[in-house]
């Protein structure tokens, strides 16, 4: 596959597999969209390469991010998941994904489904974008701003818009990508 034109990734075999596998693949499963937005939280002020070599220990960490569980956590949990060397120790990540587990089963108890609730905002299908990639757009604001209200932490503009990426909520694929039509 050496030959293919990617977005990016072709020096790092990690990167290269997450573009060529999951990046911009469109999810419609509520509890695989909220890990990602969990781990796009993680990923601020970082890069995604270090939350791919930890995904597998923040997944251990976090039960699996299964909301249920991780709603249960207590500060005792918060103080263990701070003396973990395995993840991303940073007190305001660890707290917004407890909280945002207990905003996502709010939603649940009320009625929305994370998944349909996301993809209603597009009216079922990717956006397909073409042209200069911004961090944040209008809809990325909208979203980020519907969540707070729902309860969510640590969801900007920007986390948000990187989300809608990762998930195929927007594709984003150059268009000599050899992945975007096949995410479309």
């Avoid at 994904?97 to 079922?124: C, H, K, P, S």
Wanted: glycine share 6%; hydrophobic share 40%.
């Amino acid at each position: 596959m050496t030959d293919l034109v990617r977005c990016w990734g072709d020096n790092d075999p990690l990167m290269q597999h997450y573009h060529d596998h999951e990046w911009g693949v469109p999810v419609h499963d509520s509890r695989a969209l909220w890990e990602k937005l969990m781990l796009d939280g993680f990923q601020a002020g970082l890069s995604w390469r270090t939350i791919l070599k930890k995904r597998e220990a923040l997944r251990q960490a976090f039960c699996g991010f299964d909301p249920e569980k991780v709603a249960q956590f207590t500060d005792q949990d918060v103080e263990r998941l701070l003396a973990n060397a395995e993840i991303i120790r940073s007190p305001t990540k660890i707290r917004a994904v407890i909280n945002n587990a207990r905003a996502y089963l709010a939603m649940q108890a009320n009625g929305e489904d994370f998944a349909q609730w996301i993809w209603n905002q597009v009216d079922g299908k990717p956006i397909q974008h073409l042209g200069p990639v911004p961090t944040h757009s209008p809809l990325s604001e909208k979203i980020a701003k519907a969540l707070k209200k729902r309860g969510f932490s640590f969801v900007g503009p920007v986390i948000v818009y990187a989300w809608m990426e990762a998930t195929g909520i927007i594709n984003t694929h150059r268009p000599d990508c050899f992945r975007r039509h096949q995410v479309s």
